[in-house]
């Protein structure tokens, strides 16, 4: 039991990294780092704890039906760990290989997505969109209106939003950045457009 225990803190932190690796950077606080650590074991226990007694089977799934999850999944990704976590609990207390199975392939995947997103850039191409407030991730986020239509603006990389209506004349434009140094970055890229800005609106999230 105490091997499994060990094994499942292992996949969930191992997780948790490769999903920091992989740019979620919704993993990265300590609710998720504890969530990820604690899910397995949790689910693993149950499983032991159930597995050749038909009533305290039907108990549990009676208790379990009346939990309620009132935190908010901020994006598929996330459900889809979660239940990941839930599964290698119940895959150690079947079998060792299972489990490693399983976190092997959840970790390749992640990292495997990463690393070939990353040789599709080179030649601005990628198989996943750019970011969207949906996905989950904290990022700094620049708005910008501007006076009129800019072509310029629709150019940067990093624009994940825009809205142009010629009736009212208004045009914003919403761009996303890593981090503080990212953001500043971008924020001098786009002095030489000073003309063109009616207002810059910036919101830091690190």
């Known amino acids: 039991m105490i091997q499994e225990v060990l094994l499942c803190l292992v996949a969930g932190l191992s997780i948790r990294y490769a999903l920091s690796y992989s740019d979620q950077n919704w993993v990265q606080t300590y609710h998720h780092t504890i969530s990820y650590l604690l899910l397995p ?70 990292i495997l997505s990463k690393e070939v997103n990353k040789f599709l850039k080179r030649f601005d191409k990628q198989i996943f969109p750019s970011l969207s407030f949906s996905d989950g991730n904290i990022y700094d986020t620049i708005e910008i209106t501007a006076i009129n239509s800019s072509t310029e603006l629709k150019e940067f990389k990093n624009l994940i939003q825009f809205h142009e209506n010629y009736e009212d004349n208004y045009f914003m434009y919403r761009f996303s950045s890593k981090n503080k140094e990212s953001t500043k970055h971008f924020l001098n890229e786009i002095k030489k457009l000073e003309s063109e800005i009616k207002s810059i609106n910036t919101i830091y999230f690190n």
């Open 41 to 110: 074991i949790v689910t693993l226990t149950i499983t032991k704890v159930i597995s050749g007694n038909i009533a305290l089977s039907l108990g549990m799934i009676g208790a379990l039906s009346i939990v309620r999850f009132r935190n908010p999944v901020k994006n598929p990704l996330e459900l889809v760990i979660y239940f990941a976590l839930v599964t290698i609990g119940i895959a150690y207390s079947q079998g060792i290989r299972h489990g490693v199975a399983l976190n092997l392939t959840i970790i390749v995947v992640l």
